[in-house]
């Protein structure tokens, strides 16, 4: 009903920057929290940034000041903006969004299927 469909991973060198977006389409009512988390390997699932419907924002400690969350309501995306990046950025970036299919549904989770992004030093 609901597909996250995430773009941009790629390669980087360190230092670099690299925007990853994620668009959601399907069967959707509205969209409350949209997020990013990330996994490297043999690591745990973690939270980057979340970015609500109205904008606010909530960051990883340990990214503030180097990654940004943004979104385009018209368009049911999240981007994620990532500068000075180091190798210890390299995980597989996952989306997340909060999606509500009608006006009283209480909202569920999806996710998209990740895209890599890979910091070489």
């Known amino acids: 009903q609901v597909q996250l469909v995430e773009s941009g991973g790629g390669l980087v060198q360190a230092g670099g920057s690299l925007r990853v977006s994620c668009a959601a389409s399907?069967?959707?009512?509205?969209?409350?929290?949209m997020g990013w988390y990330r996994q490297a390997p043999g690591k745990q699932r973690e939270l980057v940034a979340v970015?609500?419907?109205?904008?606010?924002?909530n960051y990883a400690l340990s990214l503030r000041g180097r990654f940004t969350i943004s979104r385009d309501n018209a368009k049911n995306t999240v981007y994620l903006q990532m500068n000075s990046l180091k190798p210890e950025d390299t995980a597989v970036y996952y989306c997340?969004?909060?999606?509500?299919?009608?006006?009283?549904?209480?909202?569920?989770?999806?996710w998209g299927q990740g895209t890599q992004v890979t910091v070489s030093s």
């Open positions: 997340n969004a909060v999606v509500k299919l009608t006006l009283h549904d209480l909202g569920r989770g999806y």
């Open positions: 399907g069967r959707i009512f509205s969209i409350n929290a």
């Open positions: 970015i609500t419907s109205d904008g606010s924002t």
